[in-house]
């Protein structure tokens, strides 16, 4: 579940098969800049994490990975 929280609005909430999430981070390695973290699923595209850093949003999205590739294994 991701919920997305906007100033003066209501909550949203996004509900995804963790079978069928994708993540993906931009990145450009030859400049070494770090751009958008995106969840791809059923043809949505929600960018999370755009309030951390390029380096958190890295390691976030190194830690995200691990759960979700944990999680679909379990089961």
Same mark, same amino acid.
């Given at each position: 579940?991701?919920?997305?929280?906007?100033?003066?609005?209501?909550?949203?909430?996004?509900?995804?098969?963790?079978?069928?999430?994708?993540? =993906?981070?931009?990145?450009?390695?030859? +400049?070494? &800049?770090?751009? %958008? #973290?995106?969840?791809?699923?059923?043809?949505?595209?929600?960018?999370?994490?755009?309030?951390?850093?390029? =380096?958190?949003?890295?390691?976030?999205? +190194?830690? &995200?990975?691990? %759960? #979700?590739?944990?999680?679909?294994?379990?089961?």
């Amino acid at each position: 579940v991701v919920y997305r929280y906007l100033p003066k609005k209501p909550v949203q909430e996004f509900r995804l098969n963790r079978h069928w999430v994708r993540l =993906d981070l931009a990145e450009d390695k030859a +400049r070494e &800049l770090i751009g %958008a #973290l995106t969840v791809h699923s059923h043809g949505k595209v929600l960018e999370i994490g755009s309030f951390l850093g390029p =380096d958190e949003r890295k390691e976030f999205y +190194r830690a &995200l990975n691990r %759960a #979700l590739n944990k999680a679909c294994i379990s089961q």
